[in-house]
T-cell receptor, first 113, second 112 residues
Framework: DQQVKQNSPSLSVQEGRISILNCDYT??????FLWYKKYPAEGPTFLIS?????DKNEDGRFTVFLNKSAKHLSLHIVPSQPGDSAVYFC????????????FGDGTTLTVKP | DTEVTQTPKHLVMGMTNKKSLKCEQH?????MYWYKQKAKKPPELMFV???????INESVPSRFSPECPNSSLLNLHLHALQPEDSALYLC???????????FGPGTRLTVT
């Protein structure tokens, strides 16, 4: 049973436009959510997180939205830049999963110049 | 210093060899992690150390043996591995609790 799902394996966006990456989860005990970016041949890089007591967190061009009732979160990147092209992983933790993160399968974002 | 370092970058070992992977961080983080990542898959948690004590073992086979000698170092000892253990092994660290993890670049392991 996959508890964290990223249903879009890939996304292609024009430079300067908005990129929206989506993530769904099934475990209602999750209370902390994170996004990571991964370039080839590198480890994942932590981007932004959100606690379940919030519905939005913003850091520069990156904003994460959380809809607890829908068990859905999204990462918005505005404006998108070619350097944002990478694999983006959503992760969740909490409840019996406290202290560890469960990752989604990732979405490959390509930003075209 | 916000870096997690891992050595070696690449490792090729036979099924009868014994080798070790090393990880180091100097961010004062007291939680350290080992992950295994196969191609086109997400990182898969193996072990978590919290305050130098093993807190989570995700039912990893005993041919993988973690060690945390001090708060900055994390080792993964490998013995009698199988070809299916070939993967990218990632180390990460974080503050204890709900924090983003800082990952190292990984060790690309090939078991022949």
């Amino acid at each position: 049973d996959q508890q964290v799902k990223q249903n879009s394996p890939s996304l292609s966006v024009q430079e300067g436009r908005i990129s929206i990456l989506n993530c769904d989860y099934t475990n209602s005990m999750f209370d902390y959510f994170l996004w990571y970016k991964k370039y080839p041949a590198e480890g994942p890089t932590f981007l932004i997180s959100i606690s379940s007591i919030k519905d939005k967190n913003e850091d520069g061009r990156f904003t994460v939205f959380l809809n607890k009732s829908a068990k859905h979160l999204s990462l918005h990147i505005v404006p998108s830049q070619p350097g944002d092209s990478a694999v983006y992983f959503c992760a969740a933790s909490g409840g019996t999963n406290a202290g560890k993160s469960t990752f989604g399968d990732g979405t490959t974002l390509t930003v075209k110049p | 210093d916000t870096e997690v370092t891992q050595t070696p970058k690449h490792l090729v070992m036979g099924m009868t060899n014994k080798k070790s992977l090393k990880c180091e961080q100097h961010m004062g983080h007291r939680a350290m992690y080992w992950y295994k990542q196969k191609a086109k898959k997400p990182p898969e948690l193996m072990f978590v150390y919290s305050y130098e004590k093993l807190s989570i073992n995700e039912s990893v086979p005993s041919r993988f043996s973690p060690e945390c000698p001090n708060s900055s170092l994390l080792n993964l000892h490998l013995h009698a591995l199988q070809p299916e253990d070939s993967a990218l092994y990632l180390c990460a660290s974080s503050q204890v609790g709900l924090e983003g993890q800082y990952f190292g670049p990984g060790t690309r392991l090939t078991v022949t």
